[in-house]
């Protein structure tokens, strides 16, 4: 058995994924956080978190990086860890130097820093000749203003540190790019307590559809699971509304996105590791949009299981642990698998939900209780709740879940 230290986690679907595949493996995880009230918090209905599970649960400061290396040295002679892990990016890299100190199997902590800072991504790419959008990187207002004259509207403007698609937006104007610009300025601490990065990123805006690559890297081996679809909320904002896997590709389409999802992991020397790549398929070919190097969120770890049998939160777990993970695919009779997301349209408190499918296909349905308050609508962290549906003929996954998530009616108090 394997004794692997969790070092904070996501919420959402990781918080439940990640514990059940080390539990199923047969192996154990100490989970360590600077804030247990932050994972209670998100439970609803008085269940216990997956996380609880844990063998042991501590408390350290896990936003002081020197701190948390003394920490865990101490730790590891008392419980003598196989490896070390998170699934949430705003601790990726502080694992990485925890495995390094450790000795432990783990990516090189300079490229899952590169991978996680946007415009550290975006330098390393652009020299290594990865197909990408044109970029600046800023520092205060007037910098800002002066590059997206030379970039030219619309544009995308990013942090250059955060996740779920937080304060991404596309500005078509002054007003606009002045408006998303002083919001990013008024979040200065992320949600974990950390300090930002006060760096803005403006891109060229892509057109295409959009896609991800889930690939596991082996010793610098990568192996690419597949490719999965996006669907997006709408403008001006870049929420994730669906995913469906694997994606409805012309075989050349996907193998040229798979292709450039590599070398982008190889240009960020990221060498040991779970990955998911976002890329769009723009008329002038695949441009690389960023790379996450830890499992896909969203329930896109849940799809490409249920589809090819492989489970990436598993193989997350297996290469912290040094073991090299099975990426074969089986027949598990489904052919494709889709999720949909109830993306509210206004804040509010929930008054009543209607229609909400029981049907074989779709296998996870998920909605917010009523007198749930609906707070931001502009990043993928709001969500009223999900449909996951799996289709055992062929391809159709995504347009039922679809269709199961309109009959959903949601109705607002006064």
Known sequence: MGRLLMVESWVGAMSTLLPRAIGEAGHGFTFLTRDLGHYLRSRQGGETHPLLGAENVLTAETNDLPELLERAERLQEVFGFDGVLTSCDYYLPAVAHLARRLGLPGAAPEAVERACRKDLARRALTEAGVAGPRYAVTRDWPETLEAAGELGFPLVIKPVDLCAGMYVRKVSSEAELREAFLALEGFPVNARGQARSPLVLLEELLHGPEVSVETVTFEGDTRVVGVTDKSLAGEPWFVESGHMFPARLAPEAA??????????????????????????????????????????????????????????????????????????????????????????GRTGRIASIDGVPDVPEAVD??????????GDTTSNNGYLGHVLVVDTAGDGALARAEELAAGIRVEYAA
């Open 255 to 344: 193998e040229g996105a798979a292709a450039l999802a590599v070398a982008a992991l190889e240009a960020l020397g990221f060498d040991h590791g779970v990955a998911h790549t976002e890329i769009r398929l723009t008329p002038d070919g695949p441009r690389l949009v960023e790379v996450n190097p830890r499992p896909a969120g969203n329930r896109i770890t849940e799809l490409v299981r249920r589809v090819t049998g492989i489970d990436l939160a598993l193989a997350h777990a297996r290469l912290a642990l040094g073991e090299r993970p099975d990426t074969r695919p089986v027949d598990t009779g489904v052919r494709s698998a889709a999720v949909v997301f109830l993306v509210p």
């Open 365 to 374: 349905v998920e909605v917010r209780p009523v007198g749930h308050r609906v």
